[in-house]
């Protein structure tokens, strides 16, 4: 019961094709390439989308935050 050899999956890339079909697999593909490429475009900001670089903040102008804890909580 190990891993399959290359005649299992020809054989199951074989009956994949004789029931979808190739052209509803290459649909398939594209529609994927499509879904994948506007996922990358919605991760961008809108600042790459127009070009300007994004204002970033030097490390030599960090802010430290003082606080105190008043009191632990338990989640």
């Known amino acids: 019961m190990g891993t399959f050899s290359i ?3 020809l054989i199951v890339l074989l009956v994949v ?14 529609d994927l390439g499509g879904a994948v490429r506007g996922f ?3 991760m961008k900001s809108e ?3 127009t070009g300007q670089p994004k204002a970033e903040i030097p490390a030599s102008a960090g802010q430290t935050i003082e606080g105190e804890v008043k009191e632990k909580t338990r989640a």
Do not use: P
């Open 17 to 30: 094709v004789l029931i979808f079909g190739t052209k509803k697999l290459r649909n398939l593909g594209s």
């Open 40 to 42: 990358k475009d919605g």
């Open 7 to 9: 005649w299992h999956w």
């Open 47 to 49: 600042e790459d989308k």
